[in-house]
């Protein structure tokens, strides 16, 4: 997972790895963004959860558009905005993203399936993880989990004063 800058052309925006890190793992949600079984691109916006190395796991239905997209090309992106900011006397706006490029993979093993939705209830619901495991045990078989490995990473960001 190289975390690189390289390729931003404002470099004077650069999001450091720690903090690019600290996003990573905090992030409410992120864009999904797969290539389009008709051409183009789809993108949605979804819960995940980082496993802490290199991989972010999202779940949805066993079925639908970004399972068949993902079939079909599994090299897809995820960005995660933090926090924004708009300063509308400077017709500008302060912000902090990442964008990951990663490669996408469905029909896990059930056991990665469970730590999937383990990290998600881990991340999203702390306090009733209890009942969110029985949760998840109970709708298991309704649930499909999509493991994103990431295989490079950027962040940018604009602070205004």
């Keep these: 997972m190289e ?3 390289t390729n ?3 470099q004077d925006r650069l999001l450091d790895e720690a ?3 600290e996003l990573l793992k905090k992030g409410e949600y992120g864009i999904f963004s797969v290539q389009a ?14 496993d802490g190395k290199q991989s972010i796991f999202l779940h949805c239905a066993p079925e639908g558009r970004k ?4 079939k079909n090309c599994n090299r897809v992106s995820f960005c995660i905005v933090g926090h ?10 302060a912000y902090e993203s990442i964008v990951l490029n ?10 990665e399936r469970m730590k999937g939705l383990e990290l998600l209830l881990d991340k999203y619901s702390p306090s009733d993880k209890e009942k969110g495991m029985q949760y998840a045990k109970n709708s ?22």
Aim: hydrophobic letters at 35%.
């Design 8 to 10: 931003i052309r404002r």
């Design 102 to 111: 990663c490669l996408a993979f469905t029909n896990l093993p059930e056991v």
């Design 140 to 161: 298991f078989e309704r649930t499909e989990i999509i493991r994103l490995d990431i295989t490079g990473w950027s962040g940018k960001c604009k602070r205004i004063m």
């Design 37 to 50: 079984e008709e051409g183009g691109a789809y993108g949605i916006p979804i819960n995940y959860a980082w």
């Design 67 to 70: 399972l068949r997209c993902i």
């Design 84 to 93: 924004t900011q708009v300063f509308s006397n400077k017709f500008s706006t």
């Design 19 to 21: 903090q690019a890190t």
């Design 3 to 5: 975390y690189s800058n």
